[in-house]
DNA sequence: GTGAAAGCGCTAACAT
DNA sequence: ATGTTAGCGCTTTCAC
């Protein structure tokens, strides 16, 4: 034995294993290893009295080997955006809200989830968990800038699957809300409220924002109102962010009376300023924010937002990564999103 | 070789593994694996050379395998509750702010995390990334009721830290906030902003809550004010349980002029219903919420609540943990909870 | 400084 | 129905 250690490692090597249960049952690894994954060609009896034994050990296979035998697992890679910039901390609520969607969709499917922080600008290092040879597929979330690099990963075979806007020539699978719609619904909301001058608070550099903006566009088109630039605040998804926001357009001295923000959390913040100076949600200003995050109800006034469908957008992720994984295409989805009317914008 | 398929599998066995970077080199597995372990027993001329050669192949080193044979691995598992009853969806703010704060602490050493849910009943389950060899350990974020469950598993040897109170007789490690002070805290302020019926929104069979109301009565009794029991509201942390919990208050025809409740979104929607009856806060009810999550800061009025330290508690469960796979000991923590002053308790 | 070979804990041919 | 054996992709003695 020349690997085995002078002595048992710390505490380790406590744990039982598949040659252990044989021993004790008399029989070979292999017939351990069948009875254990209930394969036919193991009698009743010797089935029942090694999984009684193993039960009764305490035995739990080991993964990894199994995993490194047949090369295959089921472990997917959940990666999120680590922005060294701005926030260091992982807290916003909506993309924390679509990982527990995420998890309980892998959840039903028994699959496990290993959770990776990288760093938005280094793309690459996103499919570690697979090259790596522990997860079978990589899912994204967050904001992914670097639509190339993960066109790359894409061209070299890496099953991955991001949450986000559309690009063209993309030739990765992308699942996301109908951002052009929702944009649309957002205005077309504020206007039937009768509000004229909206400000638009986002930063169009984002897909999803742009296309967002778009839809806001086309809404004011629609109604024959016309598309003024100075209404348009570029702000970053950063705290703090909302309140700079109101105060550009106060700076700008451009009269507006309702805004479409692209988060809700930007919303809150535009609101929260607007009281301070004295300017009422939704009597003097209209809002409509933008995910519908689970405080989005709770706060007041009740946020009127755009939701975007958070529990199917974790499903279909999984199942669109899973299609990949086993050879199959996953076309790229719009979910429908939907307004919420509550009171912000009444 | 018995075991090679006839073909290639579907679009898999394309990665290159270290075999092919030896041979590439025209060295040794061994001298490969040196190389990239940078074992000073290999020249620096082969390293660059064989370095050279792997990155422009884009090896990546398969870890499972690495860590079958080395025994070890560097990745934790987080278990998150998955309550079957109440709420399926994993949203709640707080765990999954905690999540963040985990992820981030694991990120910043160099671990990787594998997130599982597993249902709050069956506790035991909790250690199955550990025994299947997939985690060094296991870090328990959410509510868990089954304390005697959760010692068996220390007891076994499972490297175990959980989010919570600390209990009498408990075996396994706790990082939790000060319940205690936490409630007095909160009932102090309300107090001294002139309060003097306060109710208590929460259930007392959670560990957690009965110390938040241990603490609650100290503030009470420190300003010689009675502990009514009919202003103590058992109110689940579902949605809903706010509004219901402000009218079974009503029903109860007791008079309140203050709420301190377990959770801000308790607190919120108590705020909410509150409202709806033409009770205004501050003004006639002052409110203190508990977590202080990101939105306590954005609601209306802004929410005074106690902050439990998320970001040092994902650093603490992280430090603890590796103490205790290290063979350390890792002894349970209370962490100072702190008052956060807003305006819902003026 | 490098290579040969054994083996981590498991599975799957191939025997019997 | 069960046992034997040869690996999965890597690390690490041990020998040169």
Redesign the interface.
Known sequence: MPTSPPAD???????VQMADIARAAGVSKATVSRALSDSPLVSDETRARIRALAKSL?Y??????R??RR?D?R?VG?V?P?DSDTR????D?FF??M???V??AL?VRGY??????VDAQQTDCAA??F????AIGIILIGQWRQHAQLNDLAA??VPIVAWGAQLPQQRYTTVGGDNVSGGMLATAHLIAGGRRRIAFFGDINLPEVAQRYRGYCNALAQHALPVDPQLRVSVPFVPGGGAQAVQELVRRAVGFDAIFACSD?LA??A??TL?GQDRLVPRDVGVVGYDD???AA?????LSTIRQPI?AAGELLVTSLLALVD?AQAPSVHLPTELIVRASAA
């Open positions: 490692p710390p505490a380790a090597r406590q744990r305490r739990t296979i080991n993964l990894e080997a995993n490194l090369k697992s472990t959940v999120l680590f260091r901390h992982l807290n609520p924390l809200g990982l527990g969607a998890a309980d959840t496990d989830m290993l959770l990776t922080r570690q968990p090259d790596t040879g522990r070299r075979g959390l809150m913040e609101i929260n009281r995050i689970v405080l709770y706060y007041h006034p009740p529990g050879g």
